[in-house]
Nanobody, 114 residues
Framework: QVQLVESGGGLVQAGGSLRLSCAAS????????MGWYRQAPGKQREVVAT???????SYADSVKGRFTISVDNAKNTVYLQMSSLKPEDTAVYYC????????WGQGTQVTVSS
């Protein structure tokens, strides 16, 4: 069974930065095919960034140039570096595979104040 544990969220002022971490465990996990997703209050969960085998990445238009997804294979951990944060980035952030193959974790709350 794959388990995903997100961490690193918090309260930050607009323009600030945060780095989120996602520790993945389980024999089925492919740490090189992962993504970050977010769900704001009253909105559907949306994809933020994905990474595929071979190093390819893609980003939502709203975060391009501000967010970066990366992986540490030795630690089986995926990161989301977020900079120039905006109030509209406020959401619970989750990780999963690039095609949402695993059970969702608890997520980590990111709150950006104006």
């Amino acid at each position: 069974q794959v388990q995903l544990v997100e961490s690193g969220g918090g309260l930050v002022q607009a323009g600030g930065s945060l780095r989120l971490s996602c520790a993945a465990s389980g024999s089925r996990v492919n740490i090189n095919r992962m993504g970050w997703y977010r769900q704001a209050p009253g909105k559907q969960r949306e994809v933020v960034a994905t990474m595929t085998s071979g190093g390819g990445t893609s980003y939502a238009d709203s975060v391009k140039g501000r967010f970066t997804i990366s992986v540490d294979n030795a630690k089986n951990t995926v990161y989301l570096q977020m900079s120039s944060l905006k109030p509209e980035d406020t959401a619970v952030y989750y990780c999963n595979s690039d095609i949402i193959s695993y059970p969702w974790g608890q997520g980590t709350q990111v709150t950006v104040s104006s």
